[in-house]
């Protein structure tokens, strides 16, 4: 079943921006992967798939659920639980359901978009949000000699996620080999490697788009930099929340 440990063993994030929303749905329905649902005083799971996503409305349709007999519980509860996987990532979101069609005899429900997203992952690998105040550019050189140039939005002791304020390039695919990152941390240090693109996430939304790289050829200095910056960003945030509080 692909339902995370407690939020107690697990380190997560929550998701709010509406474009990374939209963006986490989209992945889930062109990998059509399988959702594990709960309902709301019911300890069964039930699975489904989603099959659309109506991003004008603001809604998700989702499959009929399996077992069947989930579909009376979610009739009176009207709310439901999902959690999905993605390359290795959990991620759950809670979502109201809005209308069924069962026309054909096998229902189908349409949930709103969920307020957030909650972005579970191993401890190893445990991304770091940059508070947006921070505004770290990136640039990207490829081999064909074209500049790409984003802003830092997360990062792991692997990697690192890219936000664009216009669509680039369709040949940025996952597996492209970058030979010169560029990032300029605001402690002084300077991050030059080379990456390899995991995840691309043209704009659709608002005309951001969205990468994922894996570090390579990052110098020891370097590597010492990275982590010490994402050490920054997680005292930064504790401090805030904790004034906040």
């Known amino acids: 079943l692909n339902i995370p440990e ?13 474009v990374q929303i939209k963006v986490f749905l989209k992945r889930i329905l062109d990998s059509s992967t399988l959702l594990s649902t709960t309902i709301p005083e019911d300890n069964e799971v039930y699975n489904s798939l989603i099959v659309s996503i109506d991003n004008d409305n ?23 639980t999902v959690f999905a ?3 290795d990532i959990n991620l759950s ?35 770091v949000q940059i508070i947006r105040s921070f505004s770290i550019p990136v640039k990207l050189t490829c081999r064909s000699g074209e500049i790409i140039e984003g ?33 300029d941390l605001p402690d002084g240090g300077h991050i030059l490697c080379s990456v390899e693109l995991r995840h691309v996430a043209h704009g659709e939304y608002g005309n951001v788009s969205y990468i994922g790289i894996r ?6 200095l370097e590597h010492t930099w990275f982590i ?9 945030r504790r401090r805030r929340t904790h004034y906040n509080t």
């Open 151 to 183: 802003e830092l939005d997360n990062l792991s002791p692997e990697g690192m996620r890219i936000r664009f304020a216009d669509n680039f390039s369709n040949t940025m695919k996952s597996g492209l080999s970058i030979p010169k990152c560029e990032v």
């Open 93 to 127: 979101f809670t979502s109201a359901l809005v209308d069924v069609n069962d026309q054909s005899g096998i229902p189908c429900y349409t949930l709103s978009f969920p307020h957030n997203i909650r972005y579970y992952q191993k401890r190893s690998s445990y991304r």
């Open 85 to 87: 996987v993605i390359e």
């Open 215 to 220: 570090l390579k050829s990052l110098l020891c």
């Open 58 to 80: 603001h809604q998700i349709i989702i499959d009929q659920l399996d077992p069947k007999h989930g579909h009376t519980k979610l009739l009176q509860k009207k709310e439901l």
């Open 228 to 236: 010490r910056f994402a050490n920054l960003i997680e005292r930064t």
């Open 6 to 18: 407690s939020k107690s063993k697990q380190q997560y994030e929550i998701i709010s921006d509406p």
